[in-house]
């Protein structure tokens, strides 16, 4: 996909301070450890996800995930904060980083396009890279949990291991997968500045397990969705062979996919992001939606 250079003014820096916990990759993410928490559930989702760490990890990562590594009776260090990274230098540390900054780029300005079209008021999410760990507004962001969208302060949170986890372990790799992912998570900030994350989580507070992963599945779908729909305002820029490569990634993260690799079996009662066939579909409508995300609506009818 041909992608301009990403512009100065976009809103990314590095989410350090994480401690604890690092390196893996996006293995987590990929074999159903909660992926992208943060989107569906929030802090709330985040906390259960640093205690199953704690108890399958040890106690002792515990503090050292929430920021605890000091020691006890330690003071706090005070100073300057360090000065804040300019948008090159956090971008152009690495070539995935780049690609991730124009793509981000790219979906911010298109969204923009689209708010406007609508007559409603767009406010861009900011994009914090880390490595192996770091701090997000919805607490620890860590590899294993791949990248995710913090709702509270508009974060897309992402460690740039993921995509050569993606290529490598599970065989979907190319340029437009990994697009396709950073607009999934666009994505979710646009259901975010909608109000449609938080309807679903008030649904979810109301309902049972199943019916809450559910729910869950149907804002996910929806998010592959608005991916395609950025896709499609970008039509003039896809090469070919990037579709397939954005089916490939869709089928390969698709819930009832992991569990086969996983565990041998699949529990569909379980699925949080929608199956390999469901993922690779509501990612085709939106891209031959003619860049109208009105037909992304998973939450009327069968999915």
Not at 110 to 137: D, H, V
Not at 207 to 214: D, I, Q
């Amino acid at each position: 996909m041909r992608l301009d250079d990403y512009d100065n003014d976009i809103n990314v820096g590095e989410a350090r301070g994480g401690g604890g916990l690092g390196g893996g990759g996006g293995g987590g993410f990929l074999l159903g450890l909660l992926p992208l928490i943060g989107s569906r559930f929030g802090c709330g989702g985040i906390v259960v996800v640093l205690l199953l760490l704690a108890v399958f990890g040890g106690l002792g990562n515990l503090g050292s995930m929430l920021g605890g590594g000091t020691g006890a009776g330690s003071a706090p260090q005070v100073g300057a904060p360090p000065a804040r990274e300019t948008v090159q230098q956090v971008c152009d540390v690495s070539t995935a980083r780049r690609d991730t900054c124009r793509a981000f780029s790219n979906a911010q300005n298109t969204w923009e396009k689209i708010f406007a079209r609508e007559n409603q008021r767009f406010s861009p999410p900011k994009l914090q890279f880390f490595t192996g760990s770091g701090e997000s507004g919805c607490g620890a962001a860590m590899s294993a949990m791949g990248p995710f969208y913090c709702p509270t302060d508009n974060g897309i949170y992402l460690d740039t291991s993921f995509f050569d986890e993606l290529a490598n372990k599970y065989k979907a790799g190319g340029d437009f997968a990994q697009y396709y992912v950073i607009a999934h998570e666009f994505g979710h900030h646009i259901q975010n500045l909608l109000g449609t994350s938080s309807e679903v989580q008030q649904a979810q507070r109301r309902a049972g397990e199943a019916e809450g992963n559910a729910l869950s599945v149907r804002l996910e779908l929806q998010a592959d969705c608005y991916a395609g729909v950025w896709a499609a305002m970008n039509r003039d820029r896809l090469d070919p062979g990037d579709v397939e490569e954005g089916m490939r990634a869709a089928q390969a993260i698709g819930d009832d996919t992991l569990q086969r690799q996983a565990q041998g079996r699949v529990v569909p009662d379980s699925f949080t992001h929608g199956t390999s066939a469901q993922r690779q579909a509501w990612l085709r409508r939106g891209i031959e939606s003619n860049g109208n995300p009105g037909v992304c609506d998973t939450f009327s009818g069968a999915i």
